[in-house]
Nanobody, 113 residues
């Protein structure tokens, strides 16, 4: 099983980025994006079920949108109106149909002018 996360980078405050996580070797039951800022605990940013139900951290509601493409076995995170406090390493986490958890490698998002 492999999870390939991509899309991180440097963006100015107010800008946008889209992260993508492609899974191979497993179907995605629940897809999640977490983030970990320096010196902070890893936190859940957003999650999406197979049926498309979503959940967001209060800090990103209205700015971030999680989505999935079941045919491509991917989960994406559209991030708008980015703030410096969104700077973190973002991780994709997938729960399979058997509720086995897989983590992808992190992708760094830096919001700075």
């Amino acid at each position: 099983v492999q999870l390939q996360a991509s899309g991180g980078g440097l963006v100015q405050p107010g800008g946008s980025l889209t992260l993508s996580c492609a899974a191979s070797g497993t179907s995605i039951n629940v897809g999640n994006w977490y983030r970990q800022a320096p010196g902070m605990q890893r936190e859940l940013v957003a999650s999406i079920t197979r049926r498309g139900s979503t959940n967001y951290a209060d800090s990103v509601k209205g700015r971030f949108t999680i989505s999935r493409d079941n045919a491509k076995n991917t989960v994406s995170l559209q991030m708008n109106s980015l703030k410096p406090e969104d700077t973190a390493v973002y991780y994709c986490k997938v729960e399979s149909n058997l509720w086995i958890t897989y983590w992808g490698q992190g992708t760094l998002v830096t919001v700075s002018s």
